[in-house]
């Protein structure tokens, strides 16, 4: 089955400054790779997906590129805000197995 | 967008209790629904995959006869913990992709935060 890793588990930055997420698949089958955003206690939110025929994907201050190739994909954010202080899961799939999550990411916005 | 509903809440129970969890998608049919767990501070897990009108497939390490799941209609899944025991305390949250046509997108119901006394 698919598996998906995540780094790092800890991300503290400055307010204003970027952010960045990267994940990794092993399943080549895989086509569908979504970043959500979780907040304590609450469902994930999605945020951002991009699908195998893509490379890059923008959505105002944040940003997702897919490495098919080497199997990796990652998740920007420019400009942070307190808000954007979270948990960020990465996952892969898009077949009929469901999504494969990461072990996340706890972002810390620094004012 | 395709809304996923999850009762209840929040639920505490006795150990040695049953729990049902209810997942409804509201405005599409689900033909399909996987059910996840969450212990705090990890990741999502997969423990079963919901398939309307037939069994449920789990994943390894899941226990099926613990685990009961249901997908009587093609709006509703349950997951019934049965015997609960404290370890099982955790956050279930349901998912369902939005309909036919949709390749891998997943929409989540609320959560379900399971304690067990």
């Known amino acids: 089955g698919e598996n998906v890793e995540q780094h790092p588990s800890t991300l503290s930055v400055q307010e204003g400054d970027s952010a960045v997420i990267k994940c990794t698949y092993s399943d080549s089958a895989s086509n569908y790779f979504p970043w959500y955003k979780q907040e304590l206690g609450k469902r994930p939110q999605l945020i951002i997906d991009i699908r195998s025929n893509v490379g890059e994907k923008k959505d105002q201050r944040i940003a997702v590129t897919l490495n098919k190739t080497a199997k990796h994909f990652s998740l920007h954010i420019t400009e942070t805000q307190p808000e954007d202080s979270a948990v960020y899961f990465c996952?892969?799939?898009?077949?009929?197995?469901?999504?494969?999550f990461g072990k996340g990411t706890h972002l810390i916005i620094q004012p | 967008g395709a809304v996923v509903s999850q009762h209840p809440s929040w639920v505490i129970c006795k150990s040695g209790t049953s729990v049902k969890i209810e997942c409804r998608s509201l405005?599409?049919?689900?033909?399909?629904m996987f059910w996840y767990r969450q212990f705090p501070k990890q990741s999502l897990m997969l423990m079963a995959t919901s398939n309307e009108g037939s069994k449920a497939t789990y994943e390894q390490g899941v226990e099926k006869d613990k685990f009961l799941i249901n997908h009587a209609s093609l709006t509703l899944s349950t997951l019934t913990v049965t015997s609960a025991h404290p370890e099982d305390s955790s956050f279930y949250i349901c998912?369902?992709?939005?309909?036919?046509?949709?390749?891998?997108?997943?929409?989540f119901g609320e959560g379900s935060r399971l304690t067990v006394l």
């Open positions: 996952a892969a799939g898009g077949g009929a197995d469901g999504l494969t």
């Open positions: 998912s369902a992709p939005p309909g036919a046509g949709a390749t891998g997108e997943l929409f």
């Open positions: 405005d599409f049919q689900a033909t399909t």
